[in-house]
């Protein structure tokens, strides 16, 4: 049995950047996965659904737009199938880049069912029909997290799906229900909107996107609208029933209850850690009533040399927290570690059209927490860039502490909104304040200036409105 510094069980986003880290850290690493290297997010997750948004921007703009562009069109055709070929072209390039990684970085890969037989001590059932067992000074939990299905409701993978089923399905369905509208939900509502689907989006909540500040929800529900997506907000779903042509979905709100019919039915509702079958009770793991890992700020566990990352941890479900934490538990396992991650700031992001980025508290969590807070506030309708574009829906809004200049939060609905998030975020670890960020010269005609307009507001002297 070979042993090893550190061992990763899980190829995500938290767990290969973690095995990459360790291993540039001088530590002998090995990572194990049973299905694939880049784990959800590249294969299934993040990254296709990247690509079908692309393919669903372009076929909107032909679609809806072409004439605002001068183009005309006959005979004009859209593959869905094609777009879902070039999402799993996208994903196969990456998860070979993984692998180059690995082999780059000296860090042995198995592909294999994991169970922890002790807590320096790995149990892995081979793909091609092995045993192999492993003893590390580190093991490293970076195993994820499935969609959460609510017992009664039958995924079929046909009628009734999960991301997973949906993501790499090649037919376009010619209507939908999508039972939850965070991040997930509107994505694929966005996507296939955009093909002429129609789309019904339920969410239990007030809002869509509930976790975001609520002027943001109450936008993209307008855009939405407009698109000829049906919203139900405040509605639960009683039940979904299979029928001859698709589904039969029972909602029910404060007043009112409704059965939608559709061709299929997305469940995108949450999520639960994938930590059936590793054997953490045995090993004293500590865990939540849902089931996540307990974890500390080093990312280390109760048990000692005993670590988790991502998805399993709870915290943050986003694959840049996830490698953003593999990174921490890296430097402490090697001794080096020195950082600690703000949950509350760390940067989110969801790419439906138009698109959302946010970090901080929002407006009703700041006044919740009795802050005395200034708000900034600009629209894309103005900026130059934006009009050239032609996308001026959305705005940026900046949230301060009105006594010390603090950036407390930022939330932003319009074109490309998580590539301006970042400086915000910069700006707020950096402690600088919204007035050092409007005396920042941003170059013009770009997005960035609504930015900068965002932070002039905050003390009422925002130049184009």
Known sequence: METYDVAVIGAGPGGYVCAIKAAQLGLKTIIVDKEWLGGVCLNVGCIPSKS?????????????????????????????????????????????????????????????????????????????GSHQEIKARNIVLACGAHSFVPQGWLVDGERVLTYLEAIKQPRLPSSVVIIGAGAIGVEFATIWNS??????LVEMLPNILPLEDEEISI?????????????????????????????????????????????????????????????????????DEKGFVQIDERMAT?????????????KLLLAHVASAQGIVCAENMAGKGNRVLNYQNMPRATFCRPQVASFGLTEAQARADGKEIKI??????????????GETTGFVKIISDARYGEILGAHMIGPEVSELLPE??????????????????????????????????????????
Request: charged residues 20%; without cysteine; glycine residues 10%.
């Open 424 to 465: 915000l975020t910069l700006a707020q670890q950096m402690e600088l304040t919204a007035e050092q960020i409007a005396h920042n010269v941003h170059i013009h005609p770009t997005l960035s200036e609504v930015i900068v307009e965002a932070a002039e507001a905050l003390e009422g002297q925002a130049i184009h409105i």
């Open 219 to 287: 936008e993209l529900a307008k855009v939405f609208k407009k698109q000829g997506i049906q919203i139900y907000v405040g509605h639960k779903v009683d039940s979904i029933q299979l029928t001859e042509s698709g589904v039969s979905v029972t909602v029910t709100g404060e007043n009112d209850s409704k059965t939608i019919s559709a061709e299929q039915a997305l469940i995108a509702i949450g999520f639960k850690p994938n930590t059936q079958g590793l054997n953490l009770e045995e090993v004293g793991v500590q865990m």
């Open 376 to 389: 900034g506030k600009f629209p894309f309708q103005p900026n130059g860039k934006a009009l050239g574009l």
């Open 302 to 314: 109760n048990v000692p040399g005993m670590w988790a990352v991502g998805d399993i941890t709870g």
């Open 195 to 200: 093909y002429g689907t129609q789309v019904s």
């Open 52 to 128: 079908l948004l692309r393919n669903a921007e372009i076929t909107h703009l032909l679609r809806e737009r072409a004439g605002e562009f001068g183009l005309s069109f006959e005979n004009l055709k859209f593959d869905y199938g094609a777009a879902v070929d070039r999402s799993r072209q996208v994903s196969d390039r990456l998860t070979r880049g993984v692998a180059y990684l690995m082999k780059k970085n000296q860090i042995d890969v198995v592909m294999g069912t994991a169970r922890l037989l002790s807590k320096d001590q790995i149990g892995v059932d081979t793909l091609e």
